[in-house]
């Protein structure tokens, strides 16, 4: 394997570091995770990367010197250009920093960086779901929803590194629920697992029938994002309100991002995608009623396939195609 080029993807979150080392094809050689060491303002993050990347090229027999192009996925704004974060509060590190630079002196190889939902969207275009389409939307949701827009195959990164945001597109314009971000009604605080979740809480709070929900609030002290789909599926009447209250926000967002890119493919992906058909087969509907036609003539939505690895092999593609 000594003549072998290697690649790799680094997708850099608050509480693991996941890797891979990939052939200039996209190939998996090997995946792993350590953990993320937050002490010291995340200094350690950069030669604990190097060691175990040295490490696992030691392991599988192969030569430092074939490693030749690192990407690297991390939360927050991106200024692609200068291979600046900015900032990334879970791990400890601030505003303007030199992350390309600094993982690039670890690794003594050349570094692309990018946000972590657009590298998870790029994996999906290149291993996923999105494969063959050049033109996609990805979304994802989970605590919060991310996202990321894909055109003529490249991340769409906006005058300040902030396109693709979808999570916080207006949903409820007026009387909608306080974000993180500090901003009234976002789309996350309605369909992501938080939000469903406090929509189904709010319902209950006034809702005088039977439901499944309410005795496994009064059993427990709180219900989940998944007790709320399996109570939709089996027809508890305030569950699936829930979901069609969550899938009605996400189709009418969606069309409009439609509306502006018009996408071969939407891909979702996240934690609450795991509900599955019964939840995309929602969100298509309300697609196709607020979208434009030619819009949703044109459209797929589709289940993302790549998971928890959709980073690493997004930084991995980064490695391939922007070095």
Known sequence: MSNQKVLAGIDIGGTTVKLALFTVKGEILAKWEIPTDKTDYG????????????????ELNIPYESLKAAGVGAP????????????????GWKDNFPLRDLMQSALNVPVAIENDANAAALGEMWKGAGSGAKDLICITLGTGVGGGVIV????????????????HLTSVPRD????????????????????IVRTATDKLATFEGNSVLKDLLQQNGKISAKDIFD????????????VLSLADHLGLA??????????????????????????LDKIRQAFDQYSFKAVAESTEIVLAKLGNDAGIVGAGWLAANKI
């Not at 200094?43 to 030691?58: G, H, S």
């Not at 909608?176 to 939000?195: D, F, I, P, W």
């Open 176 to 195: 909608g629920y306080l974000c993180n971000c500090g901003k009234r009604g976002c789309l996350e605080t309605v369909a992501s697992a938080t939000g």
């Open 43 to 58: 200094k350690k993050i950069m030669e604990d990367v190097k060691v175990a990347v040295t490490n696992k090229l030691a």
């Open 152 to 167: 003529n195959g490249d991340i769409v990164h906006g005058s300040n590194g902030a396109a693709g945001e979808i999570g």
């Open 231 to 242: 109570a939709a599926k089996s027809g508890d009447q305030l569950a699936l309100e829930t």
């Open 76 to 91: 927050g704004p991106v200024d692609t250009e200068n291979g600046i974060l900015q900032g990334a509060v879970n791990i």
């Open 254 to 279: 969606l069309a409009n991002i439609g509306s502006v890119f018009n996408p071969e493919r939407i891909v979702v992906g996240g934690g609450v995608s795991k509900a599955g058909d019964f939840l």
